[in-house]
């Protein structure tokens, strides 16, 4: 039964807020409202639903359930550019939000994705994620929801804990749902992706990333998560690819095809799903994952701050009181490591407060060990400082029992995983606790019926504080389809005195095709290829000779031709000789002309070590995309090729910082270990002679270099006269080979 509320008894009941209008839909109280923001430094718009009985009961909370407008979508409703409408009355034929908060005691808040551009009247992209490498403001809707979600709590009646709050969203905001949900887990109990696009690129303005929820799926401990999408959804084939990951490594996950568009499919369901979380909200997970585009960021009350200021994703694994894994990586999956970032992560009040704490500290990058004594504050937090590369941390008070983890594994008997062979995995141990493990087994399980495990466990002995030990057998399994594209394992660790520790990790796996012989080697030649789907582009790819031949020290792009065009290929490769010094170079060719989702195809540019034998062979798995509007074709298959002749590439630079306290850092590549490198400082003040002096740059982690052999190169300079220098950067490899490059900005000293 409709209930007739007078505006001016609603004014009196509702909480105060800016320019409040009532509306009405059916028995729902539909307000347009607004707040000061102080991420934004401006007003922010919001849509609130709230039930039929909001007013009747001072007492009665309700969970809240936030949603995300979509492109060329506001806070209220459709924008100048019509899509379907999915708010009230017949909208999406009647399974829309007003008329499902009717029949459910639930809120929903509709936040206002707006992005105003400068240099646009009215600007339809919402959330300032964007394509072409930028973002396009400096506003950061992430950052901003904590914010909201804040006031919406000290504002309305709500249930103000993570365990009765979700997120949703369409398109653009079905993206942003699956972003700020995972980058909340302690906020959010669900999330709900309406068709959202699978990835942009996001973050701070000056070095943003390319963030894929294909590889975030760490991201959902503690949460439900669904997708909803329609048959003849236009983004569909992106969605099909993320499926092939997530439903082989997430319980948690779910989604469903409707037949339909690109819409809020499925609306109640999803909702009803939302709800259904509130009544069984799963808990925080005991050992968490976390991965954050952000320098600092908040989880879960652990605080993390980095200097980070080139592209780049800080990674947190299997976190819990006894310690974690942490890195910053390049990108994911697979990333250069970047140890000359400063990480400092702060824990929550959860140990004893004013202790002592050692931290056991394995970097698996150079195999170094430290242990540190950190003592804890008056609240029981810890800090600890780590770099940017891989480390594996412990935390343990005297006479701690061991803390045994997987330090790595490999794939002994072929170059990648692949489906239908058995596959032979070593699996090393790492003990980061406070005692030797003793008689330590360890027992391999699949997580999915998709995988026969054959040897399934082995023996690893006595495990020493700080020592990585191999096991005496290998595990053997196969993988019996080829419709995924990863596969999930479970390790159970134990000792003698029945210690249990358990480890999830995951595997990428191949399907056996046939090899690929239609391509060309592109080592610093100019080709015409496939660009953005449909269209196409000349340029240069590679970094050699350019006669088309990959000789040690190149830096190659591998061309199929296919369809008469060719075509970039993301490339998978074991071999020693290739990417040497944990050097990963990845580039993309955006398909946003074609389709307009914001995806990429990726493309490999491998690094061919100088050292590199005559003759010797490399194998690499080839993956291209081909255009099938609105689709793409995912195409793959084996390549092989011939390493020919001597290095006769000089170094490469791939970027020049001076990120403060007059410290000079310069990233170079090479296949061989670079001899020395020095850089050219040139003054021009105006109608004065230009000045300049030279300096030597080391990577030695000294001088203002933070972190020895990176293939980053820095100095700290002496105090200077104010103003802005070019620099030219000179270097010479191991065999010879000298670069003169000028850095393409210009650099503030004082």
């Known amino acids: 039964m409709k209930k007739t509320v007078l505006i001016y008894s609603l004014l009196l009941l509702l909480p105060l807020a800016f320019n409040v209008l009532p509306l009405h839909a059916g028995d729902v109280i539909i307000i347009d409202s607004r707040h000061y923001s102080n991420v934004f430094g401006e007003m ?187 048959d003849q959804d236009f983004i569909r084939s992106y969605h099909e690819d993320v499926n092939r990951v997530w439903t082989q490594v997430m319980d948690n996950y779910d989604f469903k095809i409707y037949n339909a568009a690109h819409s809020t499919c499925g609306l109640g369901e999803m909702f009803g799903f939302l709800l259904n979380t509130f009544n069984n909200p799963p808990a925080k997970p005991l050992k968490w994952a976390h991965i954050d585009v952000y320098p600092e960021f908040t989880v879960w009350d652990y605080n993390i701050n980095t200097d980070r200021n080139v592209p780049g994703f800080t990674v947190l694994e299997n976190v819990d009181k006894r310690g974690f894994r942490c890195s910053v990586r390049e990108f994911l999956p697979d990333g250069e490591l970047l140890p000359f970032v400063n990480v400092m992560v702060t824990t929550p009040p959860i140990y004893d407060a004013n202790q002592l704490y050692t931290v056991n500290d394995l970097d698996s990058r150079t195999l170094k060990s430290v242990r540190n004594a950190i003592m804890s504050d008056n609240t029981g937090r810890l800090k600890i400082k780590v770099d940017g590369s891989l480390h594996e941390i412990g935390i343990n008070r005297m006479k701690d029992k061991p803390n045994i983890c997987l330090a790595s594994f490999k794939i002994e008997n072929m170059a990648w995983a692949t489906t239908g062979k058995e596959v032979i995995l070593s699996i090393r141990l790492l003990n980061k606790g406070g005692a030797a493990g003793k008689n330590i087994k360890a027992t391999l399980s699949a997580t999915r019926n998709t995988t026969d495990i054959g040897k399934n466990s082995s023996y690893f002995g006595n495990i020493g504080i700080d020592e990585i030990q191999d096991g005496i057998d290998k595990f053997k399994f196969i993988i019996k389809t080829d419709s995924i594209e990863i596969v999930q394992f479970r390790l159970t660790i134990q000792d003698d005195l029945k210690n249990e520790w358990n480890e999830f990790f995951e595997i990428p796996v191949r399907r056996d095709l046939a090899e690929i012989t ?167 003040i105006k109608d004065e002679p230009e000045k300049s002096f030279y300096v030597e740059l080391n990577d030695n982690g000294l001088n203002g270099d933070l972190s020895a052999n990176d293939n980053v190169f820095s100095v700290k300079l002496a105090r200077q006269n104010l103003g802005f220098y070019r620099i030219l950067v000179e270097a010479t490899d191991s065999y010879g080979n000298t670069m003169i490059e000028e850095a393409a900005d210009k650099f503030l000293l004082h």
């Open 44 to 230: 922010r718009n919001y849509r609130i639903f709230l039930p039929p009985d909001y007013n009747e009961n001072p007492q009665k909370r309700y969970p809240v359930i936030y949603f995300l407008h979509g492109w060329s979508q506001r806070y209220f409703g459709i924008g100048p550019i019509y899509s379907d409408p999915y708010e009230e009355g017949t909208d999406n034929k009647g399974d829309n939000i007003a008329n499902f908060v009717s029949t459910h005691d639930v809120i929903v808040v509709k936040s206002d994705g707006y992005n105003k551009d400068p240099e646009e009247e009215y600007y339809l992209r919402p959330y300032n994620i964007g394509t072409r490498k930028q973002v396009e403001t400096y506003r950061q809707f992430p950052v901003y929801y904590p914010e909201l979600v804040n006031y919406i709590d000290a504002t309305y009646k709500t249930i103000p804990d993570r365990e009765h709050r979700a997120i949703s969203g369409l398109s653009m905001g079905g993206f942003m749902t699956y972003w700020i949900g995972g980058k909340y887990p302690q906020l959010f109990s669900a999330a709900g992706n309406f068709c959202g696009s699978t990835e942009f690129f996001v973050g701070p303005r000056t070095f943003p990333v390319e963030y894929h929820h294909k590889y975030m799926f760490k991201n959902y401990g503690g949460m439900n998560v669904r997708l909803n999408y329609g």
């Open 518 to 684: 239609d391509f060309v080697i592109s080592d610093g030649r100019k080709f015409t290829v496939s660009r953005s789907g449909n269209d196409t582009e000349t340029a240069v790819f590679g970094t050699g000779n350019g006669d088309g031949v990959a000789n040690p020290g190149e830096s190659i792009v591998i061309l199929v031709k296919d369809h008469g065009t060719l075509r970039r290929t993301d490339l998978i490769c074991s071999d020693k000789y290739v990417n040497p010094f944990g050097l990963n170079r990845r580039k993309s060719d955006e398909w946003f002309e074609y389709d307009y989702v914001g995806a990429s195809n990726k493309y490999s540019v491998p690094l061919i070590a100088s050292d590199c034998p005559e003759d010797h062979t490399l194998e690499f798995f080839a993956e291209y995309w081909l255009p099938d509007y609105p689709c793409h074709i995912i195409k793959q298959g084996k390549i092989k090729i011939q390493v020919k002749g001597k290095d006769t590439t000089p170094p490469e630079l791939c970027w020049v910082q001076i990120p403060g306290d007059n410290i000079l850092m310069a990233k170079l590549s090479d296949g061989s270990k670079i001899k020395n490198v020095k850089a050219k400082l040139i003054l021009r």
